[in-house]
């Protein structure tokens, strides 16, 4: 399962009805390159391909295929300050080999 944090749903709601986008589920994605590198992805899904998973959290929709979903399982979608100070969505997500718990991010 793939958990939202609330400061990331919080964002994620303004990005929706920023982009007048509301309603619609947010996709999460992640592919793993050649080298094992994770790439992740995300944007509101307007449309449905087979085999998607669905599911709520912290109020949020999300829509992930079950390929990425195996490449989730257990990540957390935070929104955080970074050190540059500027805020980021990053994936905490244990299965990515350079994960690192607490990577140099501050809660808002």
Known sequence: MITVTHDAAKQIRHAAKQGRMEGLPLRLAAKRDPQGEFHYAMGFADDEQEGDMRYQT??????????????????????????????????????DPNYQPAAHATQQ
């Open 58 to 95: 912290e109020g949020i929709e999300i829509v992930v295929s079950p390929f990425s979903l195996e490449l989730l399982k257990n990540t957390v979608l935070d929104y955080v300050q970074l050190d540059d100070g500027e805020y980021h969505f990053i994936f905490r997500n244990p299965n």
